[in-house]
């Protein structure tokens, strides 16, 4: 039987509200533990939507003996891509997916660029904009410019882009490359895109309890206070209280466009 499967990199990054709105429609879920072992699948026909959890790792330990299944995940995805089979990736899940799809994955700079700019991240709750016409997608549908969302990265991608034709004419227009970028941010452009039909990355946090958030401080505090300062941890704390409930009402949205997309096909 098909079912939800759930790929966590880390215990205290899990999959937050996704499994009750997803058990809710009558999708099963199983969640892999990574860090324990758990192995990542190879049978695609046991796979009705792949999501791809986040993590303190960066694309750049594909490969590293510390995280050997990151590699195996990226296999996984670049198979998922090929026969665009449903997969939703969230903070590094999405960096995983861009880099599996061919996208360069690199710190995040003012400009955008991948550049030797100084990186510039994004830690706790800030804004997300749904620029057209990545915005009037049915996954974002309910959204809107100013959604309070969580962030917890450093590094961006490029979209992800199909290949070209191997004959396209000189002069020839270049054809669409298969992605759109839904949303974004003042400090990162592409925050979340759709690739294909049933590809989805999201480079912030729509999934997280407020007990995720705190394991998030109580675990990588050390690479936020490097990047914002230490005074970071108590103002998330308190921009949690501020935000999480209009947070978690829009990322349910959010979740839900997801799975009556997935009803869709």
């Known amino acids: 039987m ?5 790929l966590q990199q880390v215990p205290f990054c899990g999959p ?18 990574l860090y324990k ?20 790792m960066r694309v750049a330990d594909v490969g590293s003996p510390q995280h050997p299944y990151l590699l195996k995940e990226v ?34 700079t003012p400009n955008g660029e991948h550049t030797g700019d100084r990186p510039v991240g994004e ?5 997300v904009t749904f620029p057209f016409p990545g915005g009037t997608e049915p996954i974002v549908y309910g959204l809107m410019d100013g959604a309070p969302m969580f962030h917890w990265h450093s590094d961006t991608f ?15 227009p270049a054809p669409p490359g298969g992605s759109v970028l839904l949303s974004s941010t003042a400090r990162c452009k592409n925050q979340a895109f759709r690739f294909k039909n049933r590809l989805f990355g999201f480079q ?37 209280q501020q935000f999480y409930n209009r947070h978690a009402r829009l990322g349910n949205r959010l979740i839900e466009n997801f799975v009556q997309f997935l009803r869709a096909y």
Request: hydrophobic letters at 40%; charged letters at 25%.
């Open 16 to 33: 937050g509200r996704i499994i009750p709105i997803f058990r809710d429609f009558g999708i099963p879920c199983e969640i892999r533990h």
């Open 123 to 127: 830690y706790g709750w800030a804004g």
């Open 204 to 240: 912030f946090h729509f999934e997280l309890t407020p007990r995720e958030i705190e394991g998030w401080l109580e675990n990588d505090r050390a690479t936020l206070e490097q990047a914002a300062g230490p005074s970071a941890v108590e103002q998330i704390r308190r921009d949690t």
């Open 158 to 172: 490029d979209l992800p882009r199909l290949p070209p034709p191997a004959n396209l004419p000189p002069g020839a």
């Open 2 to 6: 098909s079912q939800a499967v759930l």
């Open 75 to 108: 296999e996984l995805l670049r198979r998922m891509i090929e026969f665009d089979r449903p997969v939703l990736g969230i903070g590094l899940g999405a960096q995983l997916l861009a880099h599996a799809a061919g996208a360069k994955v690199y710190p995040n």
């Open 37 to 56: 072992g758990d192995e990542v699948p190879t049978d695609l026909d046991e796979i009705r939507v792949l999501v791809v959890l986040s993590g303190p």
